[in-house]
T-cell receptor
């Protein structure tokens, strides 16, 4: 149990376009979902925290107008990278916590390449 | 703000031997959780072991155990009988205890562990 999926696993897009990444908790309901960004050989950097039905809370330095987060239900959160540029190329990882639990379960990540 | 420090960027160990990864953290919180995550080349984050700060007993999961020293704010991971599949990045992480559900994780920079045959 406690499986989190991400889609797509790898996406290539052209500079100036937008791309949406989905994060789903498959067998549990998640009160909170977290979005991380990871550059090669570096640690995970938290971008934002989202709760179902409310606005996401962004970490300092993260552009909320560029990284749009929608937490539509207790099993789905989406991250949209708007007007993507090559510097947005990175590995994006989501995590979700089970209702009533403090433990987070991680998705497999999405590799974004902007050309 | 909480910080997590992993002072060993890279480590290597021979198969079947024991290795210890270091982690220190800084916080003013009294109630929190500590975690060790493994990230193999697939980049899937895998929970290795967790420790609740209020528990004095060190957590153990099969070949993995921790040495939790709350006063020293130290949380090291010991891997016994190392296996080739243990080769991965290991991240130490801190989470303060919130009113309900989970809070954000604060990660260290990671330690790249290589198990040699």
């Amino acid at each position: 149990g406690a499986v989190v999926s991400q889609h797509p696993s790898w996406v290539i897009c052209k500079s100036g376009t937008s791309v949406k990444i989905e994060c789903r908790s498959l067998d549990f309901q998640a009160t909170t979902m977290f979005w991380y960004r990871q550059f090669p050989k570096q640690s995970l950097m938290l971008m934002a925290t989202s709760n179902e039905g409310s606005k996401a809370t962004y970490e300092q330095g993260v552009e909320k107008d560029k990284f749009l987060i929608n937490h539509a239900s207790l099993t789905l959160s989406t991250l949209t990278v708007t007007s993507a540029h090559p510097e947005d190329s990175s590995f994006y990882i989501c995590s979700a916590d089970r209702v009533g639990s403090y433990e987070q379960y991680f998705g497999p990540g999405t590799r974004l390449t902007v050309t | 703000a909480q910080t997590v420090t992993q002072s060993q960027p890279e480590m290597s160990v021979q198969e079947a031997e024991t290795v210890t990864l270091s982690c220190t953290y800084d916080t003013s919180e009294n109630n929190y959780y500590l975690f060790w995550y493994k990230q193999p080349p697939s980049r899937q984050m895998i929970l290795v072991i967790r420790q609740e700060a209020y528990k004095q007993q060190n957590a153990t999961e099969n070949r993995f155990s921790v040495n939790f020293q709350k006063a020293a704010k130290s949380f090291s991971l010991k891997i016994s009988d190392s296996q080739l599949g243990d080769t991965a990045m290991y991240f130490c992480a801190f989470m303060k205890q919130g009113p309900g559900g989970s809070e954000k994780l604060v990660f260290g920079k990671g330690t790249k562990l290589t198990v040699n045959p």
